[in-house]
């Protein structure tokens, strides 16, 4: 037979070039002389042929016009610069490679068909007895959400989102992994109501520690609390719509309500815990043994001196404090957010929290390099290193709790807190917001005065700025 030849393309996911942001399928296009007659005339024919294999467009080929229109060209050399990114690439390129030699050798003596060439390939890599591949994997469009997500980060464009929503993405990676290690593997194709809720249970389950799976050990053997799981649900959802928007197949009616679990008022041991003044003392004093745990004891100093929630946390990432200084005050403080509620205020820092900023560089620290559920195993880590009681009832809320219960117990007023806990609505206008500006400015000086007052009467080692 004549020499076999082929290209390697990419399956694009967009028509709309600067869209192509997701990985990719390869795809290699097989030619040569594939003859074949129909009414009596002879024509050529090719064929594709999957190489099992996604990669992002630039880590693939370059940009070149082809047809009149823009799109990646395969270039060698940009998959070898990007080995790192695709090495399973370089490798099934390889194996494809192999697979066409051996199909000259099969049919040397021969003038195959494009058909026969095609179902030789199938039969030696084993694809010969599968179904053909109609159904999505909800893991694998998860992962790849993701990163078409991280990939946007900096576009500026109007679906960029920010790093905590990408968290909370990647908190559904473990509870798909470990329903399919205990069940069967998720597909977008079977998804109906029985399927979602099955998800929720066994979740749930193995929480609890009532469906063990190889691996995994829960520590505290309770099911999620409702807000966690409906948090979980919104995304889950979230992820759904994704997939229904390339018109992937799903059963379940995503429009009903009733899918997301309501939320409950928290009412709990673990939700009235807070830390007080001694218990964060000893926080201060005790050396972490990893990495994380520094950062959870960073995050229990600042978070529980200043009442801020893990989103305007993350999002104050990087964000260099501010001095304000009259005659009679002077204070640092940070301009925070609250996405949760649309507010903002300007929030003043407090000695040790300002020490923990200024050692970096007066820059926030960065708390979106870690999940929120890594956060709270390491933020009990700390304290159980710390000797705290009663340690597993922890999480990041506590320690907004333990801002406000610490201050109210030093006799500030609830309208003082308040100022700098559930502060008013950011205005739309700008002549409103330059005057919002200076309200909030008024209030963090206020909170300022009013916190020098009872540490005349009622010294805090914590509370205080000198």
């Known amino acids: 037979m004549k020499a076999i030849t082929y290209r390697y393309t990419l399956k694009p996911r967009s028509k709309t070039l600067e869209n192509r942001t997701r990985p990719e399928l390869v795809m290699a296009e097989v030619s040569g002389a594939f003859s074949s007659k129909?009414?009596?005339?002879?024509?050529?024919?090719?064929?594709?042929?999957?190489?099992?294999?996604?990669?992002?467009?630039?880590?693939?080929?370059?940009?070149?016009?082809?047809?009149?229109k823009m799109g990646y060209i395969y270039d060698p050399n940009t998959v070898k610069k990007s080995e790192k990114f695709?090495?399973?690439?370089?490798?099934?390129?390889?194996?494809?490679?192999?697979?066409?030699?051996?199909?000259?050798?099969?049919?040397?003596?021969?003038?195959?068909?494009?058909?026969?060439?095609?179902?030789?390939?199938?039969?030696?890599?084993?694809?010969?007895?599968?179904?053909p591949e109609e159904s999505f994997e909800i893991l694998y469009f998860l992962e790849s959400h993701i990163k078409h997500l991280e990939n946007l980060i900096g576009s500026g464009r109007k679906d960029e989102v920010k790093e905590n929503t990408i968290n909370s993405f990647r908190n559904l990676v473990p509870l798909v992994k470990r329903y399919q290690?205990?069940?069967?593997?998720?597909?977008?194709?079977?998804?109906?109501?029985?399927?979602?809720?099955?998800?929720?249970?066994?979740?749930?389950?193995?929480?609890t520690g009532d469906l063990e799976i190889e691996g995994y050990k829960s520590r505290s053997k309770e099911k999620f609390a409702s807000n966690t799981i409906k948090a979980y649900q919104n995304y889950f959802i979230l992820l759904c719509k994704s997939a229904r928007k390339q018109n992937i197949d799903i059963p379940l009616d995503l429009t009903d309500a009733n899918l997301i679990n309501s939320a409950e008022k928290n009412s709990s041991v673990k939700t009235d815990a807070f830390l007080k003044e001694e218990d964060i003392l000893k926080v201060m004093k005790c050396k972490p043994v990893s990495k994380n745990m520094l950062l959870a004891r960073e995050y229990i100093i600042i978070a529980s001196q200043t009442g801020m929630r893990l989103q305007s946390m993350q999002e104050a990432k990087g964000r260099t404090i501010e001095l304000y200084k009259n005659n009679k005050d002077a204070f640092y403080y940070l301009h925070t957010i609250q996405e949760k509620t649309s507010t903002e205020c300007y929030t003043p820092l407090f000695l040790t929290a300002l020490e923990i900023i200024k050692n970096n560089n007066f820059q926030f620290p960065d708390f979106t390099c870690i999940t929120l559920a890594n956060l709270n195993i390491n933020i009990r880590n700390v304290l159980n290193l710390a000797e705290i009681e009663n340690s597993s009832l922890f999480s990041t809320h506590n320690l907004r709790s333990t801002f406000v219960s610490n201050l109210s117990l030093l006799g500030l007023s609830e309208i003082v807190i308040s100022s700098v806990t559930h502060p008013s609505k950011k205005s739309n206008t700008s002549s409103v917001h330059i005057y919002d500006r200076r309200d909030m400015l008024d209030k963090a000086v206020?909170?300022?005065?009013?916190?020098?007052?009872?540490?005349?009467?009622?010294?805090?080692k914590l509370y205080r700025f000198s």
């Not at 390889?94 to 003038?111: G, H, K, L, T, W």
């Not at 593997?185 to 389950?205: A, G, P, T």
């Not at 206020?446 to 916190?451: D, K, L, N, S, V």
């Open 38 to 68: 129909k009414d009596g005339q002879l024509g050529y024919k090719k064929f594709q042929f999957s190489l099992e294999v996604t990669v992002l467009p630039q880590h693939f080929g370059i940009i070149r016009e082809k047809r009149g």
């Open 86 to 131: 695709n090495k399973v690439l370089r490798n099934k390129i390889a194996d494809f490679e192999f697979y066409i030699e051996s199909a000259q050798v099969y049919f040397r003596n021969e003038n195959p068909t494009a058909e026969q060439v095609k179902n030789y390939l199938h039969s030696i890599t084993g694809r010969e007895k599968r179904k």
């Open 181 to 207: 290690q205990a069940k069967s593997k998720l597909i977008f194709e079977n998804l109906n109501e029985e399927l979602y809720r099955d998800f929720w249970d066994v979740s749930n389950s193995i929480k």
């Open 446 to 460: 206020m909170f300022t005065q009013e916190i020098k007052k009872i540490n005349k009467t009622k010294p805090s």
